[in-house]
């Protein structure tokens, strides 16, 4: 038998997640307008931090998701279909971004110097080329990821005032999801 919500780990995960890949974002498309230097580099080491903790809250979640039972989905064939669809285009846009951008910084021979805590050794020898073309994949993710994002809340809307349903609800902290209006 699901459940009637997400277990207090997804919901968790799920939230942290969202307001860390939304930070991240907005970080990355802020940084991107600046010139290189001093300045910049500490942005671009709490990007990279934070970058190194969205990888391991997307694995966390995975994990999580696929150990857990969920509540059964709500909405027609073609709303389910579309609501599998954007989660698996999120889950891949966010694993993508977050691999690249370690992958583009690890092969542009720059370490990881963690929250300014832990320097983080290179994993593979230098390689400009490749890093650049990570570069490119991770700075081609930023908008569609967005976007996702975007689609994926207005979904959440669409569940809560179109077709009046509890799929928001699931999703929140205990306390909101009472709410007498929110089911």
Known sequence: MNPKHYSSVMKFIHWVMAIHIITLLALGFYMSDLPWGESNKTLVMLHKSCGIMALIFIIARLITRFSTTTPEPRGNTIIQMIAKITSVLLYTFMASMAFSGFLMSDLGGHTFNLFNLIELPNIFK??????????????SIGIPLALLIGFHFLGALYHRFVLNDDVLARMLPRKCSKRKHLH
């Open 126 to 139: 230098k390689n400009s080329d490749m890093a650049k073309n990570f570069h490119l994949i991770h700075m």
